[in-house]
């Protein structure tokens, strides 16, 4: 329930774009029982979020009073005159902290059915319009009930309390009569840890269980409207989505436009030199020609036994043309990873990176400092990595905490962040090349918040979005398409596509972003595992770790020099022949 005072319309776009559900509150600070004052509220409220997100009106469906205090059935009256489909202000309370039946949402064909617990309630009929009733939660002494989840009177204060408050409420519904269960607070209610963390645990574990589906309230509505069998429900229309990877990244919302810093403007050569500045581009001022052609693997989440089969398989006896082994960077986080396997591949010339310790959302610059900060100590307490050779750091979910993160990451001694995303538009244009923060973030802001301030020397290797395989929609990551390729020649294909688009376009570094459990469907592997085999069929085409293609961004060699490039020097090895496919 969005309020257009205090909102940021890039977040809320960003939900949206995610599949949440966008409903309208109000900045109002008192109730509004005058109809014509509440209906230009509404008409205001509405037309904000409009004019801001970019979404269809039709998507704006809900509305809740502040305060609960409604307009009884003038609101009602407004509400359906301006579109709405449902409103959701009105309590009710079980009657027993177990065992009691919460109320189903219902229509408004008849006056409000319940105890009128804040007047006035609607005492006429009005046809075609849904009230999804707030049922009052109990307290977690079952001592009295709690109009919202942040509103009981005995508030849980450790996680244990929290979690049994949420769990409790939760099972009187599922063991009960079923009644779809809401959770009404605000959200700076998280703020309270303990209930943050119950909240996550709860959301977990309720999403193990075969029948238990977490949707907006329009959704829900869809099923009352429709009712649908459990047995049936991968099969009801209103629920369905294309599949996607879980956890997903942060996908790139429409951009908004690029801060303006100052007069300054970034000048190669001038008031930015390498090795340490090198402004934004997308054409290199070295001939395409002499450029080789990079391409860097990016992996993100938990190195263990489940996936570094894969890359033991796919990359360990693979070369460059100049005879060294081709790499890749792993982003780690703490919790899930085999500081043996890090270890081991690190041995293999990995390069290994920060993914944080939680894998949570680390938006904040307390978070990023501590989380980044732990995660390079534990890299190399237990995997023997000096601190000086971990370099890069990778946001969870790529949401960032934009000039803090910067700041931050410096001071621990990183080079370079990986976790802002640039989209090619449309899929034929060029992607940008790696550049540094010099004059902060110069591309449009997919995922705010992004850089307003200059940051010197520190490099920013944008993620560039993939196309997917029908050259429809963007992926942020590679393994992150809404329609995703069915089989293993269309992930080829998919790849090859859009290496083909650095490779015959500007010869930008090309970035593979993903996640290990991605091969875990044998087409992405042996697509993949295709597209590697091509790629070794080329004789300008590297493969190498982030790390080692900004070595070359610090000191572009053409490739006719490449043999003598000290930072891809090795111990030569002989190069398998791989057969080239079409």
Same mark, same amino acid.
């Given at each position: 329930?969005?309020?257009?005072?205090?909102?940021?319309?890039?977040?809320?776009?960003?939900?949206?774009?995610?599949?949440?559900?966008?409903?309208?509150?109000?900045?109002?600070?008192?109730?509004?029982?005058?109809?014509?004052?509440?209906?230009?509220?509404?008409?205001?409220?509405?037309?904000?979020?409009?004019?801001?997100?970019?979404?269809?009106?039709?998507?704006?469906?809900?509305?809740?009073?502040?305060?609960?205090?409604?307009?009884?059935?003038?609101?009602?009256?407004?509400?359906?005159?301006?579109?709405?489909?449902?409103?959701?202000?009105?309590?009710?309370?079980?009657?027993?902290?177990?065992?009691?039946?919460?109320?189903?949402?219902?229509?408004?064909?008849?006056?409000?059915?319940?105890?009128?617990?804040?007047?006035?309630?609607?005492?006429?009929?009005?046809?075609?319009?849904?009230?999804?009733?707030?049922?009052?939660?109990?307290?977690?002494?079952?001592?009295?009930?709690?109009?919202?989840?942040?509103?009981?009177?005995?508030?849980?204060?450790?996680?244990?309390?929290?979690?049994?408050?949420?769990?409790?409420?939760?099972?009187?519904?599922?063991?009960?009569?079923?009644?779809?269960?809401?959770?009404?607070?605000?959200?700076?209610?998280?703020?309270?840890?303990?209930?943050?963390?119950?909240?996550?645990?709860?959301?977990?574990?309720?999403?193990?269980?075969?029948?238990?589906?977490?949707?907006?309230?329009?959704?829900?509505?869809?099923?009352?409207?429709?009712?649908?069998?459990?047995?049936? !429900? @991968? %099969?009801?229309?209103?629920?369905?989505? *294309?599949?996607?990877?879980?956890?997903?990244? #942060?996908?790139? +919302?429409?951009?908004?436009?690029?801060?303006?810093?100052?007069?300054?403007?970034?000048?190669?050569?001038?008031?930015?030199?390498?090795?340490?500045?090198?402004?934004?581009?997308?054409?290199?001022?070295?001939?395409?020609?002499?450029?080789?052609?990079?391409?860097?693997?990016?992996?993100?989440?938990?190195?263990?036994?489940?996936?570094?089969?894969?890359?033991?398989?796919?990359?360990?006896?693979?070369?460059?043309?100049?005879?060294?082994?081709?790499?890749?960077?792993?982003?780690?986080?703490?919790?899930?990873?085999?500081?043996?396997?890090?270890?081991?591949?690190?041995?293999?010339?990995?390069?290994?990176?920060?993914?944080?310790?939680?894998?949570?959302?680390? !938006? @904040? %610059?307390?978070?990023?400092?501590?989380? *980044?900060?732990?995660?390079?100590?534990?890299? #190399?307490?237990? +995997?023997?990595?000096?601190?000086?050779?971990?370099?890069?750091?990778?946001?969870?979910?790529?949401?960032?905490?934009?000039?803090?993160?910067?700041?931050?990451?410096?001071?621990?001694?990183?080079?370079?962040?990986?976790?802002?995303?640039?989209?090619?538009?449309?899929?034929?244009?060029?992607?940008?090349?790696?550049?540094?923060?010099?004059?902060?973030?110069?591309?449009?802001?997919?995922?705010?918040?992004?850089?307003?301030?200059?940051?010197?020397?520190?490099?920013?290797?944008?993620?560039?979005?993939?196309?997917?395989?029908?050259?429809?929609?963007?992926?942020?990551?590679?393994?992150?398409?809404?329609?995703?390729?069915?089989?293993?020649?269309?992930?080829?294909?998919?790849?090859?596509?859009?290496?083909?688009?650095?490779?015959?376009?500007?010869?930008?570094?090309?970035?593979?972003?993903?996640?290990?459990?991605?091969?875990?469907?044998?087409?992405?592997?042996?697509?993949?595992?295709?597209?590697?085999?091509?790629?070794?069929?080329?004789?300008?085409?590297?493969?190498?770790?982030?790390?080692?293609?900004?070595?070359?961004?610090?000191?572009?060699?053409?490739?006719?020099?490449?043999?003598?490039?000290?930072?891809?020097?090795?111990?030569?090895?002989?190069?398998?022949?791989?057969?080239?496919?079409?």
């Amino acid at each position: 329930m969005a309020t257009r005072k205090g909102t940021d319309f890039n977040i809320l776009l960003d939900f949206y774009n995610r599949g949440f559900e966008v409903a309208t509150h109000t900045d109002t600070p008192s109730a509004i029982t005058n109809t014509t004052i509440l209906e230009l509220e509404i008409k205001t409220e509405r037309q904000t979020i409009l004019d801001n997100v970019f979404m269809s009106a039709n998507d704006i469906q809900g509305w809740r009073s502040p305060y609960l205090k409604t307009a009884g059935d003038e609101q009602i009256r407004v509400l359906k005159k301006l579109g709405y489909r449902y409103d959701t202000s009105k309590t009710f309370v079980r009657k027993n902290a177990t065992g009691g039946l919460n109320s189903f949402p219902l229509t408004t064909d008849f006056p409000w059915p319940y105890p009128c617990n804040i007047p006035p309630c609607w005492t006429q009929s009005h046809s075609n319009f849904w009230e999804v009733p707030i049922n009052a939660l109990w307290d977690y002494k079952k001592a009295y009930p709690c109009p919202t989840a942040d509103g009981c009177h005995n508030r849980p204060d450790t996680e244990e309390d929290a979690r049994e408050f949420i769990m409790m409420n939760f099972k009187n519904s599922y063991n009960g009569n079923r009644a779809p269960l809401g959770f009404h607070m605000m959200g700076n209610f998280f703020r309270h840890v303990p209930f943050y963390r119950a909240m996550d645990r709860f959301i977990k574990e309720v999403l193990m269980l075969p029948d238990v589906y977490i949707i907006p309230i329009s959704k829900m509505l869809d099923w009352m409207e429709q009712p649908v069998p459990l047995a049936q !429900i @991968t %099969r009801y229309e209103s629920w369905k989505c *294309a599949p996607l990877a879980s956890p997903t990244p #942060a996908m790139p +919302a429409l951009p908004t436009l690029a801060p303006k810093l100052s007069a300054e403007k970034c000048v190669q050569g001038q008031n930015c030199k390498l090795p340490s500045c090198f402004c934004k581009t997308f054409d290199h001022s070295m001939n395409k020609s002499d450029i080789p052609q990079i391409v860097y693997l990016a992996i993100d989440d938990a190195l263990d036994t489940s996936v570094s089969g894969y890359f033991e398989r796919l990359l360990f006896n693979r070369t460059n043309p100049n005879g060294c082994p081709i790499s890749a960077t792993f982003f780690v986080p703490t919790t899930g990873t085999n500081y043996t396997l890090v270890r081991d591949f690190y041995a293999k010339g990995m390069e290994i990176g920060s993914h944080s310790v939680t894998h949570n959302n680390v !938006i @904040t %610059r307390e978070a990023v400092s501590r989380e *980044a900060r732990r995660s390079k100590e534990n890299l #190399a307490t237990y +995997a023997d990595i000096p601190l000086s050779d971990i370099l890069g750091y990778r946001s969870p979910y790529l949401a960032t905490a934009g000039d803090d993160q910067a700041d931050v990451l410096q001071n621990l001694g990183y080079a370079y962040d990986i976790s802002y995303t640039f989209t090619r538009r449309p899929s034929y244009a060029k992607n940008v090349w790696p550049l540094t923060a010099d004059f902060a973030w110069p591309l449009p802001c997919n995922v705010a918040p992004c850089l307003r301030r200059p940051h010197r020397g520190f490099w920013e290797v944008p993620v560039n979005s993939m196309w997917d395989y029908t050259n429809t929609d963007i992926c942020a990551y590679a393994d992150d398409c809404q329609r995703p390729p069915p089989t293993h020649d269309h992930v080829r294909r998919y790849l090859t596509n859009n290496f083909k688009n650095s490779y015959e376009g500007n010869k930008a570094p090309f970035g593979l972003h993903f996640h290990g459990r991605w091969f875990h469907e044998s087409r992405n592997y042996m697509g993949f595992k295709g597209f590697l085999d091509y790629l070794q069929t080329l004789p300008d085409v590297y493969i190498v770790s982030v790390k080692k293609m900004l070595d070359w961004m610090q000191y572009p060699t053409p490739k006719s020099q490449i043999q003598t490039f000290g930072p891809w020097k090795c111990a030569v090895m002989k190069r398998p022949q791989f057969q080239q496919l079409s």
